[in-house]
Structure formats: C-alpha cells, structure tokens
C-alpha cells in the first residue's frame, strides 16, 4: 500500500450560521487520483480552500499532514511552497497576456530582478509538450479555447513543482473532446507520480479516472470508496451507488415522468423562429447562425444538442431580443404573427425569457441578496410610480425560496455565497417569476450536482405542464433524451434534423451533430 501523501483529520470549519465543515476526514494516497463528490453546497470547495490556504490555519479546526509532516498554512502561496496546487472551476488567467507570461505569472524566471525571457520560452515550450499543447509561448490566452486555457492551468501548476494538483470541476466548461484529453492527462499525470484530488459531478468521468472517491454530505466525510486497485482495471463503484450516498437517498426518478398538458393552448404553436441568420459581431464574414428554423409548442420540451461551437447559445442569444452578433435576417413568431425582438425589452414583452448558460457573469448580481436577484426581470410589475414594493418583493423571494428549495438562511442571503447548484435555482425563480410564455434555458444543469439536477428537471417539467414553451440547450445528451419531447440538432450553425423522442438516440443525434450536409439546401458551409 502506497504511503499517504495529505491526511486530513476532523476539519471543522465554521462560518456566520453555518458549520460547512463537521469533522472531515480525507486521505490521499502518494500517486493517486482521488475524486471528491457530493451535492452542490456540501463542503467539497470549502474543504479545498482550508487546504490549500484559502482559509488559513487559525480560521478552522483539525489537522492537515501533508508527506507526513503537519501543515499550518497561512495563504495560497504557503501551500504552492509544500506543491500543492489548485486549479478553480473560474480559470485564473489574463487573457491579455501570453501563454509564457501567464504561467510563469508571480513565479518568474529571473535574475537579480530582470526577467530571462529565453529561459522563460525554453521553460514554457517544455511544459506545453508535457500537458499536449502545440501552441506557441507567444500566443495570446484570449486566442485559445476554454479546454486549452485548461491545459495552460495545469502546465502553470506544474510550473510549480506540483506535487498535489487539485481540479474543481475541470471539465464543467468543456467539450467531450477536450474533456476526453484532460481526464488522458490527468492519468499521465499520475504515472509521472502527481496526485491528483477531483472534484466533479460527472460521475462517469470519476469511474472512468479516479482511484478512490470520498462522498461528502452536509459537511461531512460519509464514506470513502475504492473505484480500483489498479489504473486500467474496471471501476467496482456504480453511479446509482455514488448518488445514492451523496444526497442519502435513491433516486429512483432521476428524470420525472411527462406531464402532458392538457390546457386549452395544448398542441397550439407558441414559438416559431424562419430562417434565423446571425452573423460574428467582429469578424461579420462569418455566419454563426445559419438559416435556422423551428417551433415549439405550448407545453412541449425541446431540446438543442450541438458540439462545442455549434451555435446553440449564439441562437438562442440573438433570438433573445438580438443580445448577441449582428442580425442579417430572420422572424420569431408568437402564436402565428411576426413580433419585434430588436432588444431584449421588446422579447421579454412579448413572454420571451433566456436563462444563460453564465449564470455569474450575466445571470445574477452576486453583491445582492437573494431577494432582489428574483425581482430582477419583473420589476416593472413589482413596482408602483418608479418605486419597488419591498414587502411584496420579499414576498416573492420566500415563496421562491421554499418552492425551489434554495438552501439558504434566508431571502436577504447574499447569491455570491451560495452553491453552484442554489444559483441556478435562484437564476430559474428570477425568470420564472417574470411569467414568460417560452422560456429559454442554456445548459441549465452545468456544473451542479445530480440531486439538484433532479429537482430542476422536476421544475422544468412542471413548467410544461402548465402550459410553457421550453427550449432546453445542453450538452449532456442524455439529459436531453431523458426530459425534451422533441430534440433539434445543431452542426456548424445549421439545424440539420430534428428527432421525436421515441425515435431518437445518443447515435442518431451524434450522426446530426456532425453533419455537414442539410438536405435539400447548400452543403458544407464549415462555418460557425
């Protein structure tokens, strides 16, 4: 048995209200991938924090031994010293800057105060061949996808002698390619005697990668799994075994059962898009959205499938009141009759809605609380002669709160300290308080764990069966052909088909998604 690299003992961490940490207990083996999961809010970020100095010692209670001596770190560089090294979820790099300037940023290559640009690019070259990058060290961050800025992560940590790399939700933002290619590296990574703590909520990704699981539940160790004793041995741990000890319950309905809605719309059109046509807002020789149409119904579920640069959020954006690109033609009809969507005002008027795939950085005001985040797409309705109605706002808010079950103390919680999993659910009530008649969600599972997957899928579904249009973009195909009526495919910027759900399959939509040929129309644009 391999020696232990951290030991973890009784980490208790307590903040206003709340404990997040009682007592947890984790332990990594020296060369080894050991995932931690747990539903959104469970403690897994705030446990890496105390490790890696976030939270300095003094702050919580417990001991941390890393290679068998005790640790008492003051701040984040404390522990980058010992090589341990986190990576967040929100990448922490200057887009202005190089590959070269980015890694070695604060832990430069110099003498007597002047910086050694050659023993910099050398440096840098022989890092992006160890993490699979042909980039050169020149090469703008803004220049580069989410899933190479990933890998220019990990060769910046092991820029730092990393001994311990730990990943939070790594492959949240990326593509199954590139997510393919990290979990690759990763395993290399631990053949060269790294180790490596994950956290995901992609249980597939742990069983495919991961030694050993620790499952954390309301800020507690509940137990810690081995997936196999060896890499390339089949994983012993399923996923129904996983989600059933990290919310403390079988879900037995992952995907709740279709209410059909039998009102007096049913089966009538509420959306139709014709020949949506978008183009780059920069380089405008690009078409991004590509004579795009379709229609949903009152009470229906469709789904959008697409591979990364599909066009998916770039439709969705632009048919909601044009907030993205430049329009070059098109009509959205509501109910058969051609309505304005020039700005976003104009499609919330008419019962448009769009919940973004980014919900810190265009979907919620992290500074204010929970109240006010809610209130935020209906004020007009919410206020009398320029003035918010403040006890009916947080009337609103409590209602919402109990209804969707946002964990938190109370309305006037700060969104900023919530979980991933109690954001979105605030970003959906926000929405849904505004009563649109076609609600748009862009990835509205990213990022969040399988328990709060299950109660937003039962939301979405109760939103049809009262009678919403909902359009459902998503990445995972399985989360589409568990809960969408119908599912449009997307390949670069073109609708190539469209599937009932009885006819379709994570083959059959994949042969869509990479289709290049839209029958009965131009073929092989290759743009998007």
């Not at 070059?328 to 005002?345: A, I, N, S, Y």
Request: with cysteine.
């Amino acid at each position: 048995m391999a020696q232990h690299v951290l030991e973890m003992r009784g980490i208790t961490k307590l903040f206003p209200g709340v404990r997040a940490l009682d007592g947890v207990d984790i332990s990594v083996r020296a060369g080894e991938v050991h995932a931690v999961c747990g539903e959104n809010g469970a403690g897994k970020s705030t446990l890496m924090k105390v490790l890696s100095g976030v939270h300095p010692h003094g702050s919580y209670g417990g001991e941390i031994r890393f290679e068998g001596e005790p640790c008492a770190f003051r701040d984040i560089r404390a522990s980058e010293r010992r090589g341990i090294v986190i990576i967040h979820q929100e990448l922490a790099l200057i887009p202005q800057l190089s590959i070269a300037e980015n890694i070695f940023l604060g832990n430069e290559r110099a003498s007597r105060g002047v910086i050694s640009w050659s023993s910099t690019l050398v440096a840098t070259e022989q890092l992006l061949r160890r993490v699979g990058l042909s980039e050169r060290p020149g090469t703008r961050i803004s220049e580069l996808g989410v899933g190479k800025q990933q890998l220019v992560e990990i060769a910046k940590a092991l820029a730092k002698r990393v001994k311990l790399l730990i990943l939070d939700e790594p492959t949240a933002a990326l593509n199954d390619e590139d997510s393919r290619k990290l979990l690759e590296l990763i395993g290399e990574l631990r053949e060269q005697g790294v180790s490596c703590i994950l956290i995901s909520h992609k249980l597939n990704e742990i069983r495919q990668v991961a030694d050993t699981v620790t499952v954390i539940r309301d800020g507690r160790s509940i137990e810690t799994l081995t997936v196999r004793e060896r890499p390339g041995e089949p994983p012993r741990v399923s996923e129904d075994q996983l989600i059933e000890r990290m919310v403390g319950r079988e879900l037995d309905q992952y995907f709740p059962e279709r209410t059909p809605y039998t009102g007096e719309r049913a089966g009538q059109v509420a959306l139709t898009v014709r020949d949506w046509t978008v183009r780059h807002p920069v380089d405008t020789t690009r078409v991004v959205v590509d004579a795009v149409s379709f229609e949903v119904r009152h009470g229906e579920i469709l789904g959008i499938a697409g591979l990364m640069g599909a066009g998916r959020t770039e439709l969705a954006m632009s048919v909601f009141g044009r907030s993205w690109g430049r329009y070059e033609r098109g009509t959205v009809e509501l109910h058969g009759r051609p309505v304005p969507t020039r700005t976003v005002p104009e499609a919330m008027a008419h019962g448009l809605a769009y919940v973004t795939e980014d919900r810190k950085t265009y979907g919620l005001n992290l500074i204010d609380d929970i109240s006010r985040n809610i209130s935020l797409a209906a004020l007009p309705r919410m206020a009398s002669r320029g003035l918010v109605d403040g006890h009916g706002e947080r009337r609103v808010a409590e209602r919402f709160r109990t209804s969707m079950n946002i964990k938190a103390p109370t309305v006037f919680e700060p969104v900023g300290r919530l979980s991933g999993g109690n954001q979105q659910k605030v970003v959906l009530s926000q929405w849904i308080n505004a009563e649109p008649q076609v609600l748009i969600l862009d990835e509205p599972t990213r990022g969040i764990d399988v328990g709060a997957k299950a109660e937003i899928y039962a939301v979405i579904d109760q939103l049809a069966a009262r009678g919403k249009a909902v359009v459902v973009i998503s990445s995972e195909l399985s989360e589409l052909l568990g809960l969408c009526d119908r599912i449009a495919a997307m390949a670069f910027g073109r609708l190539t088909g469209v599937l009932d759900r009885t006819e379709a399959t994570q083959e059959a939509l994949m042969r869509l998604m990479t289709r290049t040929e839209v029958p009965g129309d131009r073929t092989e644009t290759g743009e998007g």
